[in-house]
């Protein structure tokens, strides 16, 4: 019995819910408020739509990490099933919710905008470069995530804002790296769009890239498994039931 | 009787005035060299703007936040109060201080540029999707302020920073989130302003935003007010008199 | 005694010398390589000198402030010895050093590319509408300062490299706020110069705008001196003498 | 023997390695993104470039740091070892993973959006202001590292980042201040390569740099070496074998 009660799965899920939905209000918002301003200057239009999201993460990693390990991605909700940290049977409650406040976010920030709440997206991405890129997307944020988790699980909300703002720019397809931002986003014809059939190639290749960095970081950085439980589960410690 | 003598609420009301309206002259000044200077990229001049304010607001927060909790807000102080934070008596100071700060902050850039004083804004902002651009800007600021105050209270200002960053671009009225600036803004006739017809629906929405998001954080971030009277107040520990 | 020996003058010296020549180098050479590339778009050029100038005094803050305190503005630390934190017999060394450094950092800056060392500046800054937005920056800075190094001593490079990003945009003058660099700025006839003949007028705006932000912080946040000497000299605590 | 079991030299070596892969990937990418995007104008592309590689620096340094220090940089491996950090024996795994890393995050950002792996560059950066800049830069660069690390650890990944946001726009060469960077910024004819005949002089220049800062940094900041074990390695206290 852990000496101080955590959150029960109800709200943690609300938790997801609602970050997710906020995170997909301020992709999609920023990239519709940054097309429409930018005069045709696409990297101007990146450059803020990179600006909202990066901070964005930062405001909502530290906000709901504390409750739900701010997660936002069933590819890190799986990774850390695997590596042992959320259990098994909460794993659907975490997909669900994130799945349902992404399309939720996309949905207010169409709203927003004055936009239909959904609309297929037509913006094509395709091809092995856009594919290469979505692996090493979410192998880069898996390694972010456990990383810091396991040595500095304070600067986690720092460290994947970062990330974000970087990958935005370095990779060929803007960096989406998680299921649930790639499947709302296939839901929105703007700028941060993603036409459906594109999406499945996303997937795959992100859960690639999570499952290489988990198998990587596993070998790399297994210190905190031997250290003590305090450091063994730093990323979700806000994040069990007391007697889990 | 605490051990640590507080500020009183003399000092605590100038703090707020203070910082209220730096934070104005931050909005409304760099709004009007961003505009100046864009040579009308629109795009360009909102990410001076949004630099300028999301780097005032950390700045602001870790200066005044440890005299009188750095709200520069009716509707965090508002929430505040019902919440069980700072008194309802002293409320009537805070808002005061807010709102007189937030007019001479307006008039400081004005007379930094050399402008008149206080001008009615013709800056029309209406309609539903900024009505809801409002409620949901609101909603989002006072989530991130319950969380992180709850759980990390040396994270505000970085949190709150990152948000309005944010928020500028993921909603379509740029995030006023606040009926004190609200009401300034409509006195400057430049970027950043707002019609005065338009300030009452801006603030309803704003209140109606803070409130729900207040409702829904008390449900699911509880934890705080069962573990420690530290945690219970945590945004305002360095606010409240000692013996109240 | 301290406990800890602190360095002595000669190496604060130097530290307030080296810092002050990269702060200078960074806001001269960043705004001669931005306005060469910004197409004549002055809101991208002084967006680029922004960011660097505040991302610079972030790094050089954390590396000097430990050994010096990292004034490198001699309104800092004139006022620092109004409230008893640097000992008087020290100031002239530390502002004959911040003044070189700051010429040292033009000229370095200038040979970067390819430019003469030191040239008289025509870049015009002059009106009623600058001095009040140096004095207001100058206002600004030492509220932040004061405040932070009072409560948050850690937040310091933080909060200045914020406030100075704000800063640039919000006053008509770009906040200069620093009599060294406002003399060495005189020497640069490039973006970021002003005339030898107005740097009189910005100087005297600064020192009362300090003068003013320490007399109402004195004030405002007296509670530091009252409860122990480690929180009396927070942001001096590393640069006094041992035995001083 | 030390209480903590530090990783071995292998599992360091990967992680220098993996992190400069990352950072080049980041530069390069970036740059080729930018470029692309930013219509001719050469400020936006430099922009979205700093931003990408800062920001990247951050989520790096904070991610591999506790593994091997997270050099990513020979000119640092080498002065840490003339310090009496990494020792000796220990620089050549060091030097060769990042010279490996850089030259695969090279390929993998050319993967990423479609080029040939590896291309000589033709991107002139030669002459005496050239020169001087990486001078210093690297000067710089190794001012801060040594000076956060000494006093400050676990804000070096902020110093450092910041640091390089603001060399990107100082120094008229754009701030490699790195020789694994710049011979792997040799093999791309993209927005951040330089032809292969000018990377001996850079490398050169760099050395110097880092040589003169180690020296003054030696005298400047000793402070460190006279007051515990604990502070006298701290930015490589998570890099060294137990029993070394």
Redesign the interface.
Same mark, same amino acid.
């Given at each position: 019995m852990s000496s101080?009660?955590q =959150?029960n799965v109800l709200?943690r899920s609300? @938790?997801e819910c609602?970050g997710t939905a906020?995170l997909l209000?301020?992709?999609?918002? @920023?990239g519709i408020? #940054?097309e429409s301003? %930018?005069?045709g200057?696409? %990297?101007?239009?990146?450059?803020?739509?990179?600006?909202?999201? !990066?901070? %964005?993460l930062?405001?909502?990693i530290?906000?709901?990490g =504390?409750?739900s390990g701010a997660h936002f991605n069933p590819a890190v909700t799986l990774a850390d099933a695997v590596e042992g940290g959320i259990p098994w049977r909460e794993v659907p409650y975490y997909l669900v919710a994130q799945l349902a406040g992404a399309f939720m976010g996309v949905a207010?920030?169409h709203?927003?905008?004055?936009h239909p709440l959904l609309v297929a997206s037509q913006h094509a991405r395709e #091809?092995? =470069?856009q594919l290469?890129?979505e692996f !090493?997307a979410t192998f !880069?944020l898996l390694?972010?995530i456990w990383?810091?988790s396991?040595?500095?699980p304070?600067?986690v =909300?720092?460290?994947? !804002?970062?990330?974000i703002? %970087?990958?935005?720019?370095?990779?060929?397809s803007t960096s989406f790296a998680n299921p649930a931002v790639t499947l709302a986003r296939a839901a929105t014809d703007t700028f941060a769009g993603i036409r459906p059939q594109d999406a499945p190639g996303f997937i795959v290749a992100q859960l690639l890239g999570a499952a290489a960095a988990t198998a990587?970081c596993h070998?790399?950085?297994p210190?905190s498994r031997?250290?003590s439980p305090d450091v063994l589960v730093p990323h979700a410690h806000?994040t069990r039931e007391g007697g889990a």
């Open positions: 101080r009660t =959150p709200r609300v @938790s609602l906020l209000a301020a992709v999609v918002g @920023s408020m #940054g301003l %930018a005069q200057n696409v %990297a101007i239009a990146l450059l803020a739509n990179t600006l909202a999201t !990066g901070a %964005a930062v405001a909502l530290l906000t709901f =504390p409750i207010l920030a709203a927003m905008f004055g #091809g092995f =470069p290469l890129s !090493g !880069g390694s972010i990383g810091c396991r040595s500095r304070s600067a =909300p720092f460290a994947v !804002g970062a990330y703002t %970087a990958a935005y720019w370095f990779t060929a990587l070998w790399l950085m210190a031997s250290v806000d």
